[in-house]
């Protein structure tokens, strides 16, 4: 090796024209060789040599075993690699994929039911609404002011009803008071002109005829002192049966509130021991059955962690678990309800019931206070005949007189004409009394107009209250505006549109399903919705509907597809894509579908079997199921944990292999 200098003395190894114009260097150009590199380099072109040597000696020898190999007609023997999976048990579904889009059963074209000016639309198009929310507003002053008035004109029909009602009464009670005064005065007239005639000039009549009067007047004392006697005595009788049957009143008033009292002290009491045992032994009861469900919850979910158990059994054995709990809970409640006994609201109504009852001891004896006092009417009737005794006595008095006066003057004929013209004049005004009645039915007309006048009113207030509630529109429905058909300004009339709103619970996704696929759709088949407008991850929904008749031109049958709880706004028209599950295996054993070969009808799968370094091929005859994913069902032939071969060929049965890293 030699080195190069350049214009400037120094070294420059790393140029490569070194070694190639080392040869061709000019004669004016100094060449001295360089023993320092040649000795670094020495070491290592020795170590190369050696290793050379060695690989050409092992690929001689490998050689030469080919070689006698071939002479003795034995191939080298290489085990093959083989991607394996391990069966285990899954949910194997087929699926068809379906487009179409959003679709409402309800749109609704929201109207005023009364005319006015938009006073402001308080929504937008694509607002949510919630049913009852205010989404236009009416101007309403002109139906405040109407509502006013026909609040004042029932507040004035309701003043003029009480007037004609007060009217009423006065009115019937001045008739009345008018005709007494009139029938007391013609009275009063007869009596003095029955007076007068007795006073007429003929003396002897007159005065047998006071006579008469005098003993008529004895007679009438007579009878009704004998009347007010027997009235007094049937008073007495009277009010000594009030007093024994409030007597008897009290008595049982006494007996009820006692057994209330009876009442409320049980209830104090408590509950019996009977009942608190029965009480813990529900709470027993329901403690074991607790029990087993939380067994049978943790045997469903290790059977699910170990693949053998479905998901759902693991919910039902969690609802079971939860649903025995609740009912351990309420024993456990209704047990420490019986311990400590009643209520305070049982004990409230127990002293209620025991004062109500004592309320009625109360009444009972006020009934006898009243009933002991109304002997009074029997002294009023004692006293009664006590005056009829007095004029009795003073009847027989006057009798007395008209004998002592028999020689009187007769009282003149004078006397008994004007006697006679009072009593004509009383009668007259009697007569215009009693046609005074006739203003009783105008009064009670009065009144009836007066009620109509109310009701009429009343009608005209509601009928404004309700148009005051029309100029407030509210959405029906739970639902998305979809179109503002007016603005604020713009007048409302009935039969006009003011809004659109689709309503949220009736937005569904219709599908187009060829006739060739048609018959897999079955109802409530679960649908998985992709809408990109709405939501970037997938809906659940199910088949609610199958319209059985397909489109004349495009041969598609439309399917209703239901997305229940959705969060999201389904907007109407928008485009949809669905995957129906048409046909589920629940722990199906499965393999790629390229892992099962298929010679002369029958089929058949190459399994893995030992351990370790000694790994043998298995041929496999299987029954296939159902085929989806690129994955096939195997019904029978192998079992949870084999190791089938994915896709390699040309293998044979009982040969040695090895499992592939990317495998295992």
């Not at 009861?285 to 059994?313: C, P, T, V, Y």
């Not at 007259?428 to 009144?447: F, K, S, T």
């Amino acid at each position: 090796m030699y080195k190069k200098f350049g214009k400037s003395g120094e070294e420059n190894p790393a140029d490569p024209e070194v070694q190639a114009n080392s040869a061709e260097t000019p004669a004016s150009s100094e060449i001295v060789p360089s023993r320092k590199s040649h000795m670094s380099w020495l070491p290592w072109a020795i170590l190369g040599a050696i290793i050379v040597a060695l690989v050409v000696g092992i690929l001689i020898l490998r050689i030469k075993q080919q070689k006698d190999l071939a002479k003795a007609g034995k191939p080298p023997k290489v085990t093959p690699m083989v991607n394996v999976v391990t069966v285990k048990p899954i949910t194997l579904q087929q699926t068809l994929e379906v487009t179409g889009n959003l679709r409402s059963n309800q749109d609704i074209n929201l109207g005023s039911k009364i005319s006015g000016r938009v006073a402001e639309v308080l929504v937008k198009e694509g607002d949510r609404v919630k049913r009852g929310q205010a989404v236009v507003q009416l101007d309403d002053k002109d139906l405040k002011a109407q509502v006013d008035q026909a609040r004042a004109g029932v507040l004035t029909a309701q003043a003029h009803l009480k007037q004609a009602q007060a009217n009423l009464p006065l009115t019937k009670a001045q008739v009345e008071s008018t005709i007494v005064q009139a029938q007391s005065a013609l009275q009063q007239a007869k009596a003095k002109l029955r007076q007068a005639q007795l006073n007429e000039p003929n003396q002897t009549t007159t005065l047998n005829s006071q006579l008469k009067n005098a003993q008529e007047a004895v007679n009438v004392a007579q009878s009704r002192l004998a009347q007010t006697q027997q009235t007094a005595k049937q008073t007495d009788q009277q009010t000594q049966s009030i007093v024994t049957s409030a007597k008897a009143g009290l008595d049982a008033a006494k007996a009820n509130s006692s057994r209330a009292k009876a009442a409320l002290d049980e209830v104090k009491r408590g509950a019996r021991s009977q009942q608190i045992a029965q009480a813990q032994a529900q709470v027993n009861l329901a403690q074991a059955q607790l029990n087993n469900a939380k067994i049978e919850l943790d045997r469903q979910k290790m059977l699910f962690e170990g693949g053998a158990a479905a998901k759902q059994s693991v919910d039902t054995a969690q609802t079971n678990y939860e649903v025995a709990k609740s009912q351990l809970e309420q024993q456990q409640q209704n047990l420490s309800l019986v311990r400590e006994g009643a209520t305070s609201e049982e004990v409230r109504q127990a002293e209620a019931s025991y004062q109500q009852a004592q309320e009625g001891v109360r009444q009972a004896e006020a009934t006898l206070t009243q009933a002991v006092s109304g002997r009074a009417q029997a002294n009023v009737a004692q006293q009664d005949v006590v005056s009829a005794q007095a004029q009795l006595a003073q009847s027989k008095a006057a009798l007395r007189t008209a004998q002592a006066n028999l020689a009187q003057i007769p009282i003149t004929k004078e006397n008994t004409r004007e006697a006679r013209e009072q009593v004509e004049s009383a009668q007259a005004a009697l007569r215009q009394a009693e046609a005074n009645r006739a203003q009783l039915p105008v009064a009670q007309q009065n009144v009836a107009v007066a009620q109509a006048e109310v009701k009429s009113a009343q009608a005209q207030l509601e009928q404004a209250e309700v148009n005051l509630g029309y100029a407030r529109i509210v959405s029906p429905v739970d639902g998305v505006v979809t179109k503002k058909l007016t603005d604020a300004g713009e007048t409302a009339a009935p039969g006009n549109a003011l809004l659109e709103i689709v309503a949220l619970n009736s937005v569904y996704f219709e599908a187009q399903i060829s006739e060739n696929s048609i018959a897999s759709i079955l109802d409530r088949q679960p649908v998985r919705v992709s809408i990109p407008s709405v939501s970037p991850k997938p809906l659940q929904g199910y088949v609610s509907e199958i319209i059985p008749v397909a489109d004349p031109t495009s041969r598609q049958f439309r399917v209703r597809v239901t997305i229940p709880g959705s969060k999201q706004t389904l907007t109407p028209g928008s485009f949809a894509r669905g995957v129906v599950t048409t046909k589920a295996v629940k722990n199906a054993l499965v393999v790629p579908s390229k892992a099962v070969h298929e010679e002369a009808g029958k089929k058949f799968v190459y399994v893995v079997e030992g351990s370790g370094d000694d790994l043998k091929l298995a041929t496999r005859p299987v029954t296939t199921g159902m085929e989806a994913n690129d994955e096939t069902q195997i019904v029978t032939g192998i079992q949870e944990g084999d190791r089938v071969v994915e896709s390699q060929t040309n293998l044979e049965d009982g040969i040695k292999v090895q499992i592939s890293e990317l495998a295992l």
